[in-house]
């Protein structure tokens, strides 16, 4: 199969490329803007596979998807700005890539008659006290980040109604594992553990999320591009749900960092108390998570200690502005 993957130099669209290359065959052509978040190196090991191609441009530019998206079967769609944080703060990115981006490809897909998968979060749900979500709860969007993917979504699913285009969405839980850019809690807790940095525990730290290891939703939207049924949306959870408090302090325990780092700050505004999503749709179609979090958690510790080059360069570069602004403090060395 060819792929067009947008936003395939992101954290989940690497894991998905290197998944498709490996263990599908797939000639795969990443497109992606290299904002802060993307990375080639995410791609080190995969770009010199048969059929890899890589282009640097934005889902906005109409030119640039027509190029990239010739000969493809499929497009999968990751490429967003994706830190709810940066959505509060600098909301005009998330409006542009989210609404504008969308629109391009589908565009592009229509054109062409191919199948697309958008790639969607459990966050255009809203918040939920208690049970889990499924694809016909209402959307009820918190934040500029939700908001405009929920935008997208109802967007993506316009197409299909109306132009019958291929289109199937795809909503996951909380990702984590190996490449995940360490603005998201557990990279973020990972590496100021190993510098004995302080812990920065939004409010009281009791907010509920359903987490999933990245090669699982990967795994998941693979399914769906295969076996999914045209206009129809596919929530992809994880196995277990952790309050954030108690995710910080497992990893204090696997990095033997000390209790006494754990800091409580300023909550985030508008901030979603519990995320839980129902995956019996996508499960009906043979998909399971094969990680439970102990391990998964376990895995994506040892990944940053044994990937020490992959984070230096991001915790030396413009993320320490990042953090100063996001925190009020500077990052130790
Ligand atoms: P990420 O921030 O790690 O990667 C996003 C990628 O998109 C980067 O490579 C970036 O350069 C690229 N990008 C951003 N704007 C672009 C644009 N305008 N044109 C082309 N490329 C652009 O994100 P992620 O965590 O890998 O998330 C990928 C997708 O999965 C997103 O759509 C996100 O909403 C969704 N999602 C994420 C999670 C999670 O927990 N991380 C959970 C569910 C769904
Ligand atoms: O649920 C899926 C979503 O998960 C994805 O759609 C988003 O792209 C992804 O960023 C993630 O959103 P969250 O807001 O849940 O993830 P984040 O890692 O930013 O925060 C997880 C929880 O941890 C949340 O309750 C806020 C809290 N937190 C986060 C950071 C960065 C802290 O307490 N301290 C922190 O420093």
Not at 21 to 41: F, S
Not at 165 to 182: A, K, T, V
Not at 286 to 294: L, T, Y
């Amino acid at each position: 199969m060819k792929l067009l993957v947008c936003g395939g130099a992101g954290f989940i669209g690497s894991n998905f490329v290197r998944q498709r290359i490996v263990e599908h065959g797939d000639a795969v052509t990443v497109l992606d803007k290299l904002t802060y978040a993307g990375r080639e190196e995410n791609l080190a090991d995969v770009r010199d596979s048969a059929g890899f191609e890589f282009v640097r441009a934005g889902i906005e530019d109409a030119a640039a998807v027509a190029g990239a998206i010739e000969g493809a079967d499929a497009v999968v769609n990751f490429a967003a700005e994706t830190h709810v944080d940066r959505s509060i703060s600098e909301p005009d990115a998330f409006i542009t890539t989210h609404a504008v981006g969308t629109f391009v490809l589908l565009e592009a897909a229509r054109a062409s008659g191919v199948r697309y998968v958008q790639v969607s979060t459990d966050e255009v749900y809203g918040s939920i006290e208690e049970g889990s979500f499924t694809e016909s709860s209402p959307l009820l969007p918190s934040s500029p980040y939700s908001a405009t993917k929920a935008g997208a979504d109802l967007l993506v699913a316009s197409y299909h109604h109306t132009y019958e285009l291929e289109s199937l969405i795809c909503r996951g839980s909380n990702n984590y594992g190996p490449y995940q850019y360490p603005e998201k809690l557990i990279p973020l807790m990972v590496l100021n553990a190993l510098h004995g940095d302080p812990l920065p525990v939004y409010g009281d730290g009791q907010q509920v999320r359903n987490w999933i290891f990245v090669e699982d939703f990967a795994r998941g939207i693979g399914h769906v591009l295969a076996h999914g049924v045209p206009g129809e949306t596919y929530n992809v959870g994880g196995p277990d749900e952790a309050v954030n408090l108690d995710v910080v302090k497992r990893i204090i325990a696997l990095t033997g960092a000390s209790d006494d780092l754990i800091e409580y700050v300023t909550d985030r505004p508008g901030h979603d108390r519990r995320y839980s999503l129902g995956s019996e749709k996508v499960r009906a179609l043979g998909w399971e998570a094969r990680v439970r979090f102990d391990e998964g958690l376990e895995r994506t510790v040892a990944w940053y200690q044994n990937n020490r080059p992959w984070w230096e360069t991001i915790r030396s570069g413009d993320y320490r502005a990042y953090y100063e602004r996001q925190y009020g403090r500077s990052l130790g060395m």
